[in-house]
């Protein structure tokens, strides 16, 4: 099947004003391509600002500004009209009890079928890249087991109350696992049905990176938690196991090299994970890294619970495991060192004014 390319035509981006939408226009713009960048409110200047001043940057690409809500069937015709590919990052979060999981499963669902029929209606579009999440490969598995794309979340469930569609607001993130599980199998059941397009999956972890504007830093979001461990207060999210990181913006162009690389074919997946151990670390080493980069901070450190548990286990979680091998392998992606991620991390929150920093 033919692949995506600036010369086929337009292409759109749905959750184009999010962390990693906005990352994924800033790329394509790059490659010169003409984004359709899809929000729910292009009037609204802390979403939209950021996306307009790409025209400015002096790029090959340009990016137009559309407003579309994934849960508002048939927002989605006119943008995708003659497009040749989608990118579909939007989705319904929970990020500052924005959405309670039942409406997180149900804004995933609901909203990709509704983008879904728009892509049929266009009739124009190769493939369709769906920003799908780690969340939807990792399983019960025991300590230091390495996933691969081949994993999905609903392995080795089989004796697991909280895997079902019950009671989802009891259940706390396992609502927007099954929502990612569920979305990726729909979309590629109907682009097999379809014929006219292939879906693929982009599966992302903990995510970092230069923040591109203020709507970026979203309540406990990973970037969010680094912000106040650079302010001198404790890290408070993951800190009983690893932060596996990965670079926003190797993210976003592997989001591009799906679309435009002849590899893929429809149901393939591709976390985006640390590229090897240096990127799997616990937050004593996130610490200690941040104290490198930013000297001039006092930067928080481990929770009073830390220590507890290495003294009753000897060493955090060992988990989660999991490289962006095959990303590297089949799209020829490049990645940024974990340094720099993390540097761009904070510089980009103290620039924007996001954070007042902790000095020493």
Same mark, same amino acid.
């Given at each position: 099947?033919?692949?995506?390319?600036?010369?086929?035509?337009?292409?759109?981006?749905?959750?184009?004003?999010?962390?990693?939408?906005?990352?994924?226009?800033?790329?394509?713009?790059?490659?010169?391509?003409?984004?359709?960048?899809?929000?729910?409110?292009?009037?609204?200047?802390?979403?939209?600002?950021?996306?307009?001043?790409?025209?400015?940057?002096?790029?090959?690409?340009?990016?137009?500004?559309?407003?579309?809500?994934?849960?508002?069937?048939?927002?989605?015709?006119?943008?995708?009209?003659?497009?040749?590919?989608?990118?579909?990052?939007?989705?319904?979060?929970?990020?500052?009890?924005?959405?309670?999981?039942?409406?997180?499963?149900?804004?995933?669902?609901?909203?990709?079928?509704?983008?879904?029929?728009?892509?049929?209606?266009?009739?124009?579009?190769?493939?369709?890249?769906?920003?799908?999440?780690?969340?939807?490969?990792?399983?019960?598995?025991?300590?230091?087991?390495?996933?691969?794309?081949?994993?999905?979340?609903?392995?080795?469930?089989?004796?697991?109350?909280?895997?079902?569609?019950?009671?989802?607001?009891?259940?706390?993130?396992?609502?927007?696992?099954?929502?990612?599980?569920?979305?990726?199998?729909?979309?590629?059941?109907?682009?097999?049905?379809?014929?006219?397009?292939?879906?693929?999956?982009?599966?992302?972890?903990?995510?970092?990176?230069?923040?591109?504007?203020?709507?970026?830093?979203?309540?406990?979001?990973?970037?969010?938690?680094?912000?106040?461990?650079?302010?001198?207060? #404790? &890290?408070?999210?993951?800190?009983? $196991? @690893?932060?596996?990181?990965?670079?926003?913006? %190797? /993210?976003?162009? =592997?989001?591009?090299?799906?679309?435009?690389?002849?590899?893929?074919?429809?149901?393939?997946?591709?976390?985006?994970?640390?590229?090897?151990?240096?990127?799997?670390? #616990? &937050?004593?080493?996130?610490?200690? $890294? @941040?104290?490198?980069?930013?000297?001039?901070? %006092? /930067?928080?450190? =481990?929770?009073?619970?830390?220590?507890?548990?290495?003294?009753?286990?000897?060493?955090?979680?060992?988990?989660?495991?999991?490289?962006?091998?095959?990303?590297?392998? #089949?799209?020829?992606?490049?990645?940024?060192?974990?340094?720099?991620?993390?540097?761009?991390?904070?510089?980009?929150?103290?620039?924007?004014?996001?954070?007042?920093?902790?000095?020493?």
């Amino acid at each position: 099947m033919p692949h995506v390319s600036p010369y086929n035509g337009p292409v759109a981006v749905t959750g184009a004003s999010g962390f990693i939408g906005s990352h994924v226009v800033a790329t394509l713009v790059g490659r010169g391509y003409q984004v359709r960048a899809c929000i729910t409110d292009p009037d609204n200047p802390v979403k939209a600002d950021h996306l307009r001043a790409m025209n400015d940057d002096g790029q090959p690409g340009r990016v137009t500004l559309h407003k579309a809500n994934l849960l508002e069937e048939g927002s989605y015709e006119a943008p995708l009209a003659d497009c040749c590919g989608l990118f579909h990052v939007g989705t319904a979060m929970a990020y500052g009890g924005a959405n309670n999981p039942q409406q997180v499963y149900d804004g995933a669902v609901s909203g990709t079928e509704n983008v879904m029929r728009s892509v049929a209606n266009a009739g124009t579009i190769k493939r369709v890249v769906y920003t799908s999440s780690f969340a939807a490969i990792m399983n019960p598995r025991p300590p230091g087991y390495v996933y691969t794309e081949k994993d999905w979340a609903s392995d080795n469930r089989e004796n697991d109350p909280n895997w079902s569609l019950e009671n989802l607001n009891d259940k706390g993130e396992t609502g927007y696992a099954m929502a990612k599980v569920e979305t990726e199998r729909r979309l590629y059941r109907m682009a097999e049905k379809d014929g006219r397009y292939e879906a693929v999956s982009i599966n992302p972890i903990v995510v970092l990176g230069p923040l591109l504007g203020k709507a970026h830093d979203l309540v406990f979001s990973w970037q969010w938690f680094l912000g106040r461990m650079l302010r001198g207060k #404790d &890290c408070e999210r993951g800190w009983q $196991h @690893l932060w596996n990181i990965a670079d926003v913006r %190797d /993210v976003a162009e =592997a989001h591009v090299l799906a679309a435009e690389s002849e590899v893929p074919r429809n149901g393939d997946r591709y976390q985006l994970c640390a590229a090897d151990e240096s990127g799997e670390i #616990d &937050c004593r080493q996130l610490q200690a $890294h @941040l104290l490198e980069l930013f000297p001039e901070l %006092d /930067v928080g450190g =481990a929770p009073e619970g830390y220590d507890k548990m290495i003294a009753k286990h000897g060493k955090v979680y060992d988990a989660p495991r999991a490289h962006c091998d095959k990303a590297r392998k #089949d799209l020829g992606l490049r990645t940024h060192a974990i340094d720099d991620t993390l540097r761009e991390t904070g510089r980009t929150l103290i620039d924007l004014g996001l954070i007042e920093p902790k000095l020493k």
